[in-house]
Each structure stands twice: as C-alpha cells, then as structure tokens.
C-alpha cells in the first residue's frame, strides 16, 4: 500500500521567508513518480512538479525548489522569499510509475496537504 | 488551454434529490476521476475510470454512483443526497501509461446538501 504524510498541517510565515513543506512516503513499487501540487482559494489543483524515482537531482523553478531523497523517502518543497500569492494548500501525491502495478498505476495516492499563510 | 471542465462552482440541494455532477475534459484522456475534499481529509478517491462504459470504485464509493457513456464526460450522481455528502467535489483526468504525467484537474464543485 502506498502511503504519503504531510506532518505539517498548517504554515504561518511573513512575506519574504523561507518556507520548507515536508513530504514523506512510503511504497513497495521500485519505481514510483512523486508529485506537489498547489491548491489556491479558488479551489483547482495545480500542478506544479513531477519527479521519476529513478531521478534524484533536485530541481529548482524560480523561486521553488525540492529536494528529493530516497534513502529518507522523503521529497520536500522550499519556497524562497515567500509572496502573499503563495497561500495555498501545497498536496505531496505518490503514483506507480508506468508499467508497475497493472491497472492501479494510474491512481495518484495524496498526503493531506499543508496549508500555507503568507502574511504581508 | 487544456481543460477540466466542472458544470457548476456552487450547487445546494435538498436532501433525498438525486444529484449530477458533469466533468468534461477536452484532451483526450482515457482515465477520469472522481474526488472529494473535506478538512482534514485531504482528497479521497470515489470512483474513477479507465475508458468509456468502464468504472471502478475508490476508497469511499458508497452512496454515490458514476457514469462514462462518452470518453470526454465522466458524470458523479448522488442517487439521493444526504447532509455528509456536503464537500467539495473535484474532477480529474490524465493519460495512461508512458504518456502518464499526472492530473489535471477542473475547478471543484462545492456542493451542500440541507
């Protein structure tokens, strides 16, 4: 079974901080794509990353990054000089990657998300 | 721009009507899902679909039914709406296999039943 924890269930930062968004999973697949999405007050997901397992470079877009490790199952998400337009609930989400797990390969599993205030 | 498109933002019904909730996607992807999100309880699978006429059930399907007769439509019913079936439901689609690059989702309908 696939599971993905999201510990932090509410931020509250001032505009300009840092802000690190933890994700941790677990799964038995040996390949497996991880995911962030962001929620803002209008309600549609976003996507904003995916990362194959078999890929542990970290990435950095702007003013996001994420630092992915294997050996701790964890992919976490760091926004630099936080704006107020980074509220949002940000979901960490886990999925078999293709060829694994026969028809179930399609199902994204998501943690419950974290909740991000950005003050002025 | 590729779409999910859910018919209605906001709906409120009554208890015991039957309800449809339409999702229509517009990039031709086999697989459909059907989400509800509650405080607390992040997103919870109902129903989801692999291709026309084709569906299967998620972590919490009951009291509520699906139907797929086209591949671009996916349609949630709630064959008679009760209070805890007030949440926000949200609609999803992605491709299949090798062309898998997650979902995209439409916009949510925040339902309430009184």
């Known amino acids: 079974a696939q599971k993905v924890t999201q510990a932090q269930t509410e931020i509250s930062v001032v505009e300009k901080e840092d802000v690190t968004l933890d994700c941790v999973y677990e799964t038995r697949d040996t390949t497996y794509y991880l995911f962030w999405y962001k929620q803002p007050p209008s309600g549609e997901l976003v996507f904003l990353i995916r990362?194959?397992?078999?890929?542990?470079q970290n990435e950095i877009s702007g003013r996001y990054s994420w630092n992915f490790q294997k050996s701790t199952s964890s992919f976490n998400f760091t926004i630099t000089a936080s704006q107020v337009v980074d509220s949002a609930v940000y979901f960490c989400?886990?999925?078999?990657?293709?060829?694994?797990?026969?028809?179930?390969?399609?199902?994204?599993?998501f943690g419950k998300g974290t909740l991000l205030t950005v003050n002025p | 721009d590729v779409k999910v498109t859910q018919s209605s933002r906001y709906l409120v019904k009554r208890t015991g009507e039957k309800v449809f909730l339409e999702c229509v996607q517009d990039m031709d992807h086999e697989n459909m899902f059907w989400y509800r999100q509650d405080p607390g309880l992040g997103l919870r699978l109902i129903y989801f679909?692999?291709?026309?006429?084709?569906?299967e059930k998620g972590d919490i399907p009951e009291g509520y039914s699906v139907s797929r007769e086209k591949k671009e439509r996916f349609s949630l019913i709630l064959e008679s709406a009760s209070t805890n079936q007030t949440s926000m439901y949200l609609c999803a689609s992605s491709a299949p296999g090798q062309r898998f690059y997650g979902y995209t989702f439409g916009s949510g309908t925040r339902l309430t039943v009184v």
């Open positions: 989400a886990l999925s078999p990657s293709w060829g694994n797990s026969g028809g179930s390969n399609y199902k994204l599993t």
């Open positions: 679909s692999y291709d026309v006429k084709m569906k």
């Open positions: 990362r194959n397992s078999f890929d542990e």
